[in-house]
Nanobody, 125 residues
Framework: QVQLVESGGGLVQAGESLRLSCAAS????????MGWFRQAPGKERDIVAA????????FYTDSAKGRFTISRDNAKNTVYLQMNSLKPEDTAVYYC??????????????????WGQGTQVTVSS
């Protein structure tokens, strides 16, 4: 059974940092893109960042550029999201996702097949 388990969320003040982790189990995703999405109350689940299978290509939404960094450790089957200079508008549930289609870098929600349960990030002003 494939599982993605996020950790690292929490309550921080504006300007602080958090590092999210997503550990995959049940199969290896070393040939697959991984992504981070977020969903604020009453809003759609949108992509934040994605990384291809070997980490040499990545995508960031405009709001994440320059502040967030996605990385992966294929030996640990884990993907990370380092979030710096957090803002109140970053408050959301953050979800990790994995793409079954090997080799591409998907940036749409429908490109991803496995999802974690989410971790809450709350940024106070």
């Amino acid at each position: 059974q494939v599982q993605l388990v996020e950790s690292g969320g929490g309550l921080v003040q504006a300007g602080e940092s958090l590092r999210l982790s997503c550990a995959a189990s049940g199969r290896s995703f070393h040939t697959n893109a991984m992504g981070w999405f977020r969903q604020a109350p009453g809003k759609e689940r949108d992509i934040v960042a994605a990384i291809n299978w070997n980490g040499n290509r990545s995508f960031y939404t405009d709001s994440a550029k320059g502040r967030f960094t996605i990385s992966r450790d294929n030996a640990k089957n884990t993907v990370y999201l380092q979030m710096n200079s957090l803002k109140p508008e970053d408050t959301a549930v953050y979800y990790c996702a994995a793409d079954l289609y090997a080799g591409r870098l998907g940036v749409r929600r429908q490109d991803y097949d496995y999802w974690g349960q989410g971790t809450q990030v709350t940024v106070s002003s």
